[in-house]
């Protein structure tokens, strides 16, 4: 088998909420646990840090890796969805997983899916935990996928817990209001070990603070944390983020970790350098000035907003696609109305219709033309735009991805 060909069958025989949805979404552990356990419980093999949220968390795990990589530590780094590609999921020191290694794994337990039929999501991380544990990496940072009580990465038990912030996403599978979500993503929350939690929220506070009692583990509101390190990441929710990280940080120094102030402020300004994290507030050329971001639900599409009117240009080019499961209306109603949009779909099976999202686009004021791919929509844009106007690439990871 090539690699191609590798990727090829996860792709098309394991299912993937990231292209099929909820028909790809497991309600429990068992399958996660036995495929684990047929695998030798490789999770047993590593420390971590495991991170859950509903916005942040991607940025949150890439600047942990950084700073520890910083203190000269090996790091392990396991986050979703890819990009482009595949292996930019399974990391150590900001370098990829070999491509044999993907192979070869697949070749040897290709087999498991007859017994066990385990989704795309839950056979690759128990390839990240069986590599990080070979590697013998030092510390792992793992990303939950979806929610956190029920999400496959929840079989770990970490050095600290980290939950970003709590918003209103993937409703279908969380529930539908702040405390029922954040009873999900607490469930990483662990018997006597601590945890972050990046925003203070009214509705979620009692729901941290129950379960958090119930596991005997002391909560540090990030919030509450100074952080005042300079940042190589530029959206306005990366200060959020960034007080989430020292407060974490401050915690692994606490049980023991060698890491200096000068790793912490090196780790700060170097995490794209260290970890190639991708797609977060991303300038991907000037004249015009063409920005991208992964932002893709409610809060996170009301920070770039404000970032985007915050900025200096002539004419502003929104080049925009979704999938169909996010609250459509109440995203655009958030964009800014002086812009002109091009609209399009990702190449995904859940991607929301482009002259659906055109026509809700209306309703909300978002003027704009409907194209037949992202490439499309951004060659328009750039047609479209002199060198003083701003282009902003976004509303899905998935478009942000076609883009890069």
């Known amino acids: 088998m090539t690699y191609r060909d590798t990727l090829d069958w996860m792709f098309s ?36 840090i495991h991170v859950a949220g509903t916005n942040g968390k991607g ?11 910083e203190a000269g530590y090996k790091v392990g780094l396991y986050t979703s969805p890819h990009l482009k590609d595949f292996r930019e999921r399974i990391k150590i020191n900001g370098a990829e997983i070999d491509q044999q290694y993907v192979i070869d794994f697949v070749k ?42 029920l999400d496959c ?35 990483i929350i662990k018997l006597n070990t601590p945890v972050v939690i990046g925003r203070k929220q009214g509705e979620t506070v009692t729901v941290f603070d129950f379960i958090a009692l119930q596991n005997k583990a002391d909560i540090i509101w990030a919030e509450d944390t100074e952080c005042n ?20 940080i401050k915690e692994l120094i606490k049980q023991g970790w060698n ?3 000068n790793n912490i402020a090196s780790g700060f300004v170097s995490t794209v350098k260290n970890t190639d994290l991708k797609g977060r507030w991303q300038t991907l050329q000037q004249s015009p ?6 932002a893709h639900n409610i809060d996170g599409v009301r920070i770039i907003a404000n970032q985007i009117e915050d900025l200096q240009f002539e004419r502003l080019h929104i080049v925009w696609g979704m999938v169909d499961d996010k609250d459509i209306e109440a995203i655009l109603n958030l964009l800014p109305k ?7 779909s990702p190449n995904i099976v859940r991607a929301l219709n482009v002259k659906k999202l055109m026509e809700a686009g209306l309703k909300n004021d978002c003027i704009g033309l409907a194209y037949s791919s992202v490439q499309e929509a951004k060659k328009a844009a750039i047609d479209n735009a002199n060198e003083n106007d701003l282009i902003f690439i976004g509303g899905s990871t998935f478009v942000v991805a076609e883009v890069l």
């Open 13 to 48: 025989q394991l299912p993937m909420y990231q292209k099929q949805g909820a028909t790809a979404f497991k309600k429990d552990l068992s399958n996660t646990l036995k495929l684990a356990e047929y695998l030798g419980n490789a999770e047993k093999g590593f420390k971590s």
């Open 59 to 69: 940025s949150t795990s890439h600047m942990l890796a950084s700073i520890l990589q």
């Open 108 to 149: 040897e337990f290709k087999s498991v899916g007859q017994s066990i039929e385990p989704s795309f999501f839950e056979y690759t991380t128990i390839m990240a935990f069986k590599y990080f544990a070979e590697q013998k990496v030092d510390i792992a940072i793992i990303e939950t996928g979806l929610g956190g009580r």
């Open 153 to 187: 990465s929840n079989i770990i038990n970490p050095e600290v817990s980290v939950i970003t912030n709590i918003g209103l996403d993937h409703v279908q599978f969380l529930g539908d209001s702040l405390p029922d979500i954040a009873g999900e993503k607490a469930g």
């Open 229 to 248: 390190y300079k940042l190589d990441l530029s959206g306005y929710y990366q200060e959020e983020n960034s007080k989430t990280v020292y407060a974490t």
């Open 259 to 261: 890491i200096s102030e």
């Open 289 to 294: 000035k063409i920005i991208c971001d992964t």
């Open 338 to 344: 002086v812009g002109f949009f091009y609209w399009c």
